[in-house]
């Protein structure tokens, strides 16, 4: 039988089979054949499994993907994939408390590029005031360059509806430090659902990890037509996940990165000394005089540059 999986770790993995209703599965000889990453399987990933009498199963093999979202695990030192088949990736944020992270976003919707999966960016808390100036100015920097960007509140309710309808008929993730409030967007989206929301650290001004393990939940009221009482059952899936303090990019070679870069791309290859160029000051550098005429932004720059380190080794020792 095919199911999904909603959560799970090392060998425990709870599926969802076609009525609903949830299986909790060991992994057949305990591991997958072609599997080589942390974790073996991911909410959103589709498996074939045998059984689901008195609600326990066995997994006996992982469908191919259609693509996946990861980061590089330092501690496992392995990729860790964190949901799998979706279509939308939220990177979410805070203005403050805890504090704007724009490097944190840089590397989540690269991450999201190169996976081929649409980045959106969503400020989550944007009833806080004053709005620090670093965030208003990458904000508007992250949609100059392209990229879909969301101030919303799941406090007041602000562009939740707007919310609601990107996310109809789609398989969406979030992800973002501890505490910018990703559970609580789920909550504001469906109140029914069984997720934990935590306080924030009050010493720190940082989550506290309240989300310990990503899960896949079922979305419904998503359609204006289900709001007015039409058709139930699930109009979206939402994949929540535990905060990340470290994003390290997963996959991507370093000479490659910058095709990433949505202000860059085009610039690939371009630099007089062509891909050998390390952008640090060289003669004819592309992505120097971008920065010089504005089209980079100068924390941007610095992102690329450390990421480009990071990727070329150092973060992996
Ligand atoms: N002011 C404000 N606080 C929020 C908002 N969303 C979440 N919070 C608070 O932020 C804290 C962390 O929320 P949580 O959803 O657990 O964050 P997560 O770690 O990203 O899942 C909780 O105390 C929430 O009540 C918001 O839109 N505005
Ligand atoms: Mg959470
Ligand atoms: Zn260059």
């Known amino acids: 039988m095919r199911g999904r999986i909603i959560r799970g770790s090392r060998n425990v993995f709870t599926v969802l089979d076609e009525n609903n209703r ?65 279509d939308l990736v939220f990177c979410v944020t805070s203005p403050s408390s805890p504090p704007f992270r724009p490097r944190f976003l840089d590397r989540a919707v690269l991450q999201a590029d190169s996976a081929g999966i649409e980045p959106v960016v969503i400020c989550n808390k944007w009833d806080i005031t004053p709005v620090p100036h670093e965030a208003e100015e990458r904000l508007a920097d992250f949609s100059r360059i392209g990229y879909r960007v969301l101030f919303v509140s799941a406090s007041t309710g602000l562009g939740i509806p707007e919310l609601r309808r990107l996310m109809a008929g789609k398989v969406s993730v979030m992800v973002g430090q501890s505490g910018v409030g990703k559970s609580s967007l789920i909550r504001a989206l469906d109140p029914t659902l069984p997720v934990r929301i935590g306080p924030l650290n009050q010493k720190y001004d940082r989550g506290n990890h309240t989300t310990c393990q990503a899960q896949l939940l079922a979305l419904s009221a998503l359609n204006e037509k289900n709001e007015k009482g039409g058709e139930s059952g699930a109009d979206g899936f939402v994949i929540d996940t535990p905060g990340i303090r470290r994003f390290i990019l997963d996959g991507i070679e370093p000479d490659e990165l910058i095709l990433y870069m949505r202000e860059l791309s085009s610039l690939a290859g371009r ?29 941007r720059y610095e992102s690329f540059l450390r990421i480009t380190e990071e990727l070329r080794g150092g973060a992996y020792e």
């Not at 991911?42 to 191919?64: C, K, M, S």
């Not at 000051?281 to 100068?298: F, Q």
Request: aromatic share 8%.
């Open 22 to 86: 949830e299986i909790e599965c060991r992994i057949k000889g305990k591991v997958l054949k072609g599997v080589d990453a942390y974790n073996p399987l991911a909410p959103g990933d589709w498996v074939e499994y045998q059984g689901g009498e008195g609600g326990t199963g066995l997994i006996l093999g992982l469908e191919d993907r259609k693509n996946f979202y990861s980061r590089f695990n330092q501690k496992g030192g392995a990729p860790q994939i964190l949901a799998a088949n979706v």
């Open 271 to 299: 630099c007089l000394f062509g891909l050998s160029c390390s952008h640090t000051g060289e003669k004819g550098c592309r992505v120097r005089e971008a920065l010089a005429s504005g089209a980079l932004h100068g924390d």
